[in-house]
């Protein structure tokens, strides 16, 4: 089973101010078609979780530009560029190359 | 506009059965992979199962790994997850997901407690 560890599990961001999650996975996530099976999501309190970023640095319909991805192989990073009170929730790493699929721990995101 | 609308959950027994629905609108569902994710209280994301387009082949995480059975009805735009032998460690609000996890439902919460 592919281990997620994200970093930090909680962070408090003024608004206006950047912000950045960590993932690392313990095995590589990329695949022999070339593409890397990293995924973020979001889950605003009281919703359900939903797509914000994936394989690794493509954003999903609708997701504003201030929200970007990065990195390769194990390590990767969301990064938030300047952070709104509507970003807040907790943000999941997730990979979908091996079974079983697996989640990050999350991430919980609160405004200052 | 893509919607999945979970249904099926209910307070049930230590070892009894539950069945799950997800209808889908708004995609063309025969194409696509469908998966259940749940959510203990409190708790993160958890993989339950997958189903493939045409559903034959299905994928369970261990822990569900014959007690539950994943299946679509791809003429009714629908999913399913039966649910047998429940535990308390099964308690959880249950997300059908689309394509990978591209769209989710709203859930539908299992609570399994005497």
């Known amino acids: 089973e592919i281990v997620m560890t994200q970093t930090p599990l909680s962070l408090s961001v003024t608004p206006g101010q950047p912000a950045s999650i960590s993932c690392k996975s313990s095995?590589?996530?990329?695949?022999?078609?070339?593409?890397?099976?990293l995924h973020w999501h979001l889950q605003k309190p009281g919703q359900s979780p939903q797509l914000l970023i994936y394989e690794v640095s493509n954003r999903f319909s609708g997701v504003p530009d201030r929200f970007s991805g990065s990195g390769s192989g194990t390590d990767f990073t969301l990064t938030i560029s300047r952070v709104e009170a509507e970003d807040v929730g907790v943000y999941y790493c997730?990979?979908?190359?091996?079974?079983?699929?697996?989640f990050g721990q999350g991430t919980k995101v609160e405004i200052q | 506009e893509v919607q999945l609308v979970e249904s099926g959950g209910a307070l049930v027994q230590p070892g009894g059965s539950l069945r799950l629905s997800c209808e889908a609108s708004?995609?063309?569902?025969?194409?696509?992979?469908m998966s259940w994710v749940r959510q203990a209280p409190g708790k993160g994301l958890e993989w339950v199962a997958n189903i493939n387009e045409d559903g034959s082949g299905k994928y369970y995480a261990d822990p569900v790994k014959g007690r539950f059975t994943i299946s679509r009805d791809n003429a009714k735009n629908s999913l399913y997850v039966q649910m047998n032998s429940l535990r308390a460690e099964d308690t959880a609000v249950y997300y059908c997901?689309?394509?990978?996890?591209?769209?989710w439902g709203q859930g539908t919460l299992v609570t399994v407690s005497s």
């Open positions: 095995q590589s996530l990329l695949y022999s078609d070339g593409k890397t099976y």
């Open positions: 708004g995609i063309t569902f025969n194409k696509y992979w």
């Open positions: 997730m990979q979908n190359i091996h079974l079983p699929w697996t």
């Open positions: 997901a689309a394509a990978g996890t591209t769209y």
